[in-house]
């Protein structure tokens, strides 16, 4: 038959197609094996076999109480905050610093969780919204907001409160331009941003009368 006949390409096509396909098999069993017997290349380090190394003992005081925890060094406040300590009012959006969503104070000042690592927080006083005040007894700052509707979906919400707050215990009598200013790191994605204002006077008048 001549080597260039219809029926030997058939032939050739369908022995390549074969092996094609038995060499896929093997190598996916292949792939399967290792991953049973070395574990998902892909797992996140906290979970896998070296689950303890690398660690450091990490020592944070959120909202006036102490936390003992072990973290790796790379650990940002913010994920040590909403995961391993379950205080979910600072937001993470961004995580980049733009957003100003993870809004906490540190000493009174605010800052970034999202950019500050949870190790060199140690030895400063973290306060969060969580630390204001309760629904049964708002702080100023955040019965303003209640009562000026400065909210849509709230998710930024955290955030502004602690900027608005961080800047009446810097200089109670703020007026709307100095707060406007002290909430330029903070962005409303829903545009709620006259109401928040309207809300950052009335604290400002509720702490004087206060």
């Known amino acids: 038959m001549p080597e260039d006949s219809p029926?030997?390409?058939?032939?050739?096509?369908?022995k390549f197609l074969r092996g094609a396909g038995t060499a896929i098999a093997v190598t996916g069993?292949?792939?399967?094996?290792?991953?049973?017997?070395?574990?998902?290349?892909?797992e996140p380090a906290e979970q896998g076999g070296t689950a303890q190394?690398?660690?450091?003992?990490?020592?944070l005081k959120v909202n006036g109480k102490t936390h003992q925890l072990k973290l790796q060094p790379r650990v940002t406040l913010l994920d040590a905050l909403r995961e391993r300590l379950?205080?979910?009012?600072?937001k993470k959006v961004c995580d980049r610093g733009n957003c100003g969503a993870c809004t906490v104070l540190r000493d009174g000042k605010p800052v970034y969780a999202c950019l500050t690592l949870a190790v060199d927080a140690q030895g400063s006083e973290i306060t969060t919204v969580e630390g204001f005040g309760t629904p049964e007894k708002m702080s100023e700052v955040q019965q303003a907001f209640v009562e000026k509707d400065a909210l849509m979906c709230g998710f930024c919400t955290p955030g502004f409160v602690t900027a608005v707050t961080a800047a009446l215990k810097k200089n109670?009598?703020?007026?709307?331009?100095e707060l406007r200013r002290a909430c330029r790191g903070n962005i409303c994605r829903c545009g709620t941003f006259n109401r928040v204002f309207e809300a950052a006077v009335e604290a400002a008048k509720k702490m004087?009368?206060?």
């Open 53 to 59: 190394e690398g660690l450091v003992d990490v020592t």
């Open 29 to 42: 069993a292949g792939a399967l094996i290792s991953t049973k017997v070395n574990g998902d290349a892909t």
């Open 208 to 210: 004087k009368g206060a």
């Open 7 to 14: 029926n030997r390409r058939s032939l050739s096509r369908r």
């Open 86 to 90: 379950q205080i979910t009012g600072p």
């Open 172 to 177: 109670p009598n703020a007026d709307n331009e």
